[in-house]
Structure formats: C-alpha cells, structure tokens
C-alpha cells in the first residue's frame, strides 16, 4: 500500500525551503464505501481438494479512526463441499470453504458496505515511558517473531538510542516511527519482507514497514500488532498555507500497524507516511503477530495427485464505489520531524520534537554556457527510478506457492499493488529532477501502460521556477501511441529529445507528459519520493497556467545522456 521540501507552490504560493515535512492535520473524513472483492480460482488437473479461506472485516473503533461493517454478502460459484466459520487466536473470524476434486473455475464474492471516520482532533496522552502494567491482551504483541526480529541486538540498539530520555510513549513512538519514514525508501518488490532487510538496506514495502516499525517498539516494550487490509484508491486532499496536498494510494492489499497506548487503547499507524491514525480510505480486516501470521484472508491451499504438477491459476479484482465523502482536512506545516511526509494529529503530551538526522545535499553548481560549449560529453549516464521492475500483470500475479511435510500446498495474497496515475484525461502532470552533472540529454523514460485509443505522446522539459514548473527547454519528438506496447505490465517507454543536441547545466528540472488525440495511458509512481525532492511531482487543469496540487508520490522516469568521462 500503500509522499512532501522546498516548498509548496499552487496558485501563486511559493514552497519555502523547509528541513521538515511533518504536518499536523485537523479536521476529518466521514465516507460510505461499496466494497466488492471478486477472485476467480482455476484449478489445475491434479487438484484433490482446494480450500480456501477470508478473514472477514467487522467493526473498529479507535480514537481517531472508526469503521462500520454492514450489508456482509458472501457468494460462491459452484457452492462448496464444505463451510466453516472460527475464531483464530487474535480474534479473527476466519471462513474457510471445501471443494472436492474441482474440475470448473471456482468464483467469489465478498461485498459489503464500509461507514468509515477518521477525526483528528487533539489527542491527549499521558502514558509514561518505559510502559508499565500492560493488560493481557496486549502482551503478546511485545513477542519476537522471524519477521519482527525485536530482541535482536542491532534493533534493540537503535530503538534504545532513539529513545533515550523519553518520559512518555509518545515521545518515543513518534522518535522511532520519523527515524523509520527517514530511513525507508519504498521498493515495488524487495527480495525479503523482514524487519531485517529494511534495517540493513532502507528499502522495502508496507510490510518492511510495518516489521520495522513494530521490531524497533516491541524492543523497548510499546506493543505492536500487525494490521493487513485494503486501500481505497479515491484521493483526498489537505489544504495548509502553502498549498494542496493531493493523497492518493494505489487500490488493494496494504499492511500497516495498530500500537497500543494505556490511555488511547489500540490506535493505527501507517509507518509510510501517518501517526495515530489513517485515513478513512483503509479498510481494515486482520491482525496478527506479523504478516506470515495474518495470512488467512486470501490463502488458497491444496492437495493434489501424486505425479502431477502445477498450481491453480488465480485473478482477482477490488472496487469500491463511492457512495458518500466528506473530506474538510487542513494541515499545518511544523519545523521538526522527518524530511519526509508525516501526517499526524495534535497530540496534547510532554516531548521532544524529532530532529532528522539525514544530510540533505548541497544545490547543484550551476555551469556556464562558454564552459557548456567546451566540455566533451562522452560517457553513458542514467539515473531516476532504476529499480522500477517492467511487465508485472497485477491482476494475475500471486506469491509462490508452498509445501509442508503433509504435502498441502499454499498460495499467501500478496501485497503488490497497481500504482499508477491516468495521465491523459483533463489533468496534465509534472514531475521534478534533480541533475548533479552537466548533461547532453539524449532520452527521457517513463514507465507507462497502454489501455487504449490513439493520438501521439511527448515530454516537455521544463525549466524549475521558485520550486515549480516554469518556461520550456525543450520538447521530445513525438511518440505514436502505435509504439506502445499493448500487453500486460508496464514498461519504459523513451521520449527522444536527441534531435534538439539539448546540453543541460546542473539544476532542477520538470518533465510534463503532453498528448493529442484520445491516448488512454497510465503512468506508474512509486510512494514515499524516493529520488526526488518530496514537493516534486504536481498537477493542473490542462488550460490552467498554475500547478496547483502537490502530490504525495513519484512518477517513475530515468534521465539518460551523455556526461563528460
């Protein structure tokens, strides 16, 4: 599931050049949701018996996120062998459904209507630090797991040294939970999901997240439970003095965090980007010790024959229609906290602001035009969002599937999630760089889907104004949508700008996706900024002059040219 320095700039505002970008919100969001997930499962030859299993969602209550189940419908095509509804240890209500031998794509439905409420009022909170007289139901969420490593030594030190000398819970969630926004940058696909690989690496998805932020504060003994669900990807936005903060995730599995307070009870927490709560767009389903544990929503297991092979294929798809929203959030930005985005209510409570630790890189140097002339621009230089990973079909992708010593196979849902803008309706977007070198630009990619229509697609690059787009550079050759490929996944697709011999100095630049005709072309993003500035990516009406709307992420692009060698 599923990200703002400078400063901000819409409608004439300037962005100032802030270290920090915590932001304290007030107001609140008060929606209905129309929530249907649809999966279709399609066994292989050999399958014996199939089972699968949902945990399904009821209501929650915390004090600044609430959620309403009602109108619960669950279909199954063909009807089951077998049903059967539990309770897990973790209070989960589990069904589990029975096919014998099944020879036919086997089809269900889970609908129901979500009354969520998020209110951010200030929080008031006087529960001392170290915690003490922890009630039973929320000792087990102090335990180690492999994913929650939170008795390792490495972990135990850092979240000792980030604590030192907080009277109060708070003080010490908000320090462990700033150093994680500050340390992370998000990754589509990390190779493992523990709490581990983020803390060595800095990378990971929601569920690196959530095991880091839960490892650093089990180890000085603040519980933490691990919180699986689903976003909605109907954006919002937050107004403040420097402007309007667009939020928007991507639709579909998300984990995130619910830490308990004596005095608040259970609250969540998004450790990407939000403190003490998250936003109404969350629908919440299971919880667990970590995300192995809260694996029963989604698993398809099964037996099959001795001497066959293969695994049942597997699609599925959520929609949430919106049947009411009302949204009235506004934000002020603070001095302290993380250099990335942190959304957080007031909280009424003794503390020590967050000051970040991470350098921020000196301004480029700008290089004249005579010494531009001059240079000898030789060696191959790319640079921008290299991880991003080409041609995944969300729809279809599921994790490995397993094996135990009974021989029961097990397919777990998965967390990857469709992360991508409609870039060719009646918005058009811009997305910032930052260039280190001097540059003889040759391409500029972005990493697109086709969906349809016709029409053809350019780049234009512009020149940076007081922290936002300003006058064109230059523009790419055109790109027919005939070009693109139409298949499954995206892919990066090369903008030429060779023709124009455009040599760049050093500085911060925009790029802002052009089209004509009727393309229908998604452009994906990644959260969290990981590679420019945090107000870097923006929106406007076509015909609008001004980029009124900062967003929260990154649209993934690569800069390619020549530099001197």
């Not at 603040?222 to 903060?245: A, D, H, M, Y």
């Not at 698993?299 to 099959?304: A, C, E, G, M």
């Not at 250099?339 to 602001?353: D, G, H, M, S």
């Not at 230089?381 to 279809?396: A, K, T, W």
């Amino acid at each position: 599931m599923k990200k703002l320095i400078f400063l901000l700039v819409l409608n004439g505002f300037i962005l100032s050049a802030c270290q920090a970008e915590n932001y304290l919100l007030n107001g609140g969001q008060e929606s209905q949701f129309k929530y249907t997930l649809t999966q279709q499962v399609t066994p292989n030859t050999g399958i014996h018996t199939l089972y699968l299993s949902y945990v399904i969602p009821e209501n929650f209550s915390s004090p600044t996120y609430n959620q309403r189940i009602s109108n619960l419908n669950i279909q199954f095509s063909p009807d089951p062998y077998q049903k059967q509804e539990s309770r897990d240890e973790r209070g989960n209500k589990i069904l589990k459904a029975l096919w014998k031998q099944p020879r036919t794509p086997i089809s269900t439905t889970i609908s129901f209507i979500a009354g969520n409420k998020t209110l951010l009022n200030t929080l008031n909170s006087g529960a001392p630090f170290p915690p003490a007289n922890m009630p039973a139901e929320a000792k087990p969420y102090l335990g180690a797991t492999k994913q929650v490593p939170s008795t390792d030594a490495r972990i135990r030190q850092k979240a000792n040294e980030l604590t030192r000398g907080a009277k109060t819970q708070f003080d010490a969630v908000q320090r462990i939970l700033s150093w994680v926004i500050d340390h992370m940058n998000y990754v589509l696909i990390p190779p493992d999901y523990d709490a581990m690989y983020s803390f060595n690496t800095g990378k990971g998805n929601c569920q690196n997240y959530s095991h880091l932020a839960a490892a650093l504060m089990r180890s000085v003994g603040i519980p933490v439970r691990i919180v699986n669900g689903v976003c909605l990807k109907e954006q919002f936005q937050i107004k403040s003095k420097q402007g309007t903060l667009t939020m928007k995730m991507a639709q579909g599995r998300h984990s995130w965090i619910e830490v308990y307070f004596p005095d608040l009870d259970w609250v969540p927490f998004d450790p990407q980007q939000t403190q003490l709560f998250v936003s109404n767009r969350f629908i919440r389903i299971e919880v667990g010790m970590d995300n192995n544990e809260t694996d029963k929503d989604g698993l398809i297991r099964w037996t099959q024959t001795k001497g066959t092979s293969g695994k049942p294929q597997f699609q599925e798809s959520i929609e949430a229609i919106v049947a009411s929203d009302n949204v009235a959030l506004s934000g002020e930005m603070q001095t302290y906290g993380p250099r990335k985005l942190l959304l957080t209510p007031a909280v009424k409570t003794a503390y020590v602001p967050y000051a970040s630790t991470i350098e921020v890189p000196p301004p480029p140097v700008l290089v004249s035009a005579d010494k531009l002339k001059r240079m000898r621009f030789i060696e191959r230089y790319s640079f921008g969002n290299v991880e991003f990973p080409e041609g995944i079909d969300f729809l279809l992708t599921r994790g490995p599937a397993t094996r135990d010593k009974k021989e029961v196979f097990a397919m777990k849902k998965n967390f990857l999630v469709e992360t991508a803008e409609y870039v060719t309706s009646a918005e058009q977007y811009a997305q910032t760089f930052i260039l280190r070198k001097p540059m003889k630009l040759q391409t500029i990619s972005l990493a697109l889907h086709k969906f349809g229509g016709d029409g053809i697609l350019w780049l234009d690059l512009l020149e940076d104004k007081n922290g936002a787009p300003g006058n064109v550079i230059a523009s790419s050759a055109w790109l027919p949508l005939t070009q693109l490929p139409f298949k499954p996944g995206y892919y990066w697709e090369d903008f030429a700008f060779s023709k124009e011999t455009t040599v760049l100095s050093p500085g911060r630049y925009w790029i802002a996706l052009g089209f004509n005709g009727s393309p229908i072309v998604n452009w994906f993003y990644s959260y969290g900024k990981p590679v420019g500035p945090q107000d870097g990516t923006r929106s406007k009406l076509i015909f609008d002059q001004a980029w009124k709307n900062v967003l929260a992420y990154e649209f993934n692009y690569k800069v390619n040219g020549l530099v001197e060698q």
